[in-house]
């Protein structure tokens, strides 16, 4: 069965930093392309960033870019989200998925107000 679950967001100041951790299971997690997504209310899904699974290259959207960094632990079958200077809109649910795979988890809410 796959299952992605999420932790780590919160309440945090514009500027603040937060990490996102994501454990992945019932798949093959080391060949998997894994990307972190975001929701806001009333607001499209935005895909944030994607890890790859050879050589563990990334890529984010324009809005995070030099801000938001994601890595991955195949070990530890777990995919992170190191999110720095954050602004307001930066606030959402965010959620991992595996390329390919239906399946999400119920996601970590991040707010980021003062």
């Known amino acids: 069965q796959v299952q992605f679950v999420e932790s780590g967001g919160g309440l945090v100041q514009p500027g603040g930093s937060l990490r996102l951790s994501c454990i992945a299971s019932?798949?093959?997690?080391?060949?998997?392309?894994m990307n972190w997504f975001r929701q806001a209310p009333g607001k499209e899904r935005e895909l944030v960033a994607t890890?790859?699974?050879?050589?563990?290259?990334?890529a984010y959207a324009d809005s995070v870019k030099g801000r938001f960094t994601i890595s991955r632990d195949n070990a530890k079958r777990t995919v992170y989200l190191q999110m720095n200077s954050l602004k307001p809109e930066d606030t959402a649910v965010y959620y991992c998925?595996?390329?390919?795979?239906?399946?999400r988890g119920q996601g970590t809410q991040v707010t980021v107000s003062s």
């Open positions: 998925q595996a390329r390919g795979l239906a399946y």
């Open positions: 019932g798949f093959t997690f080391s060949t998997a392309v």
């Open positions: 890890v790859f699974s050879v050589g563990e290259n990334t």
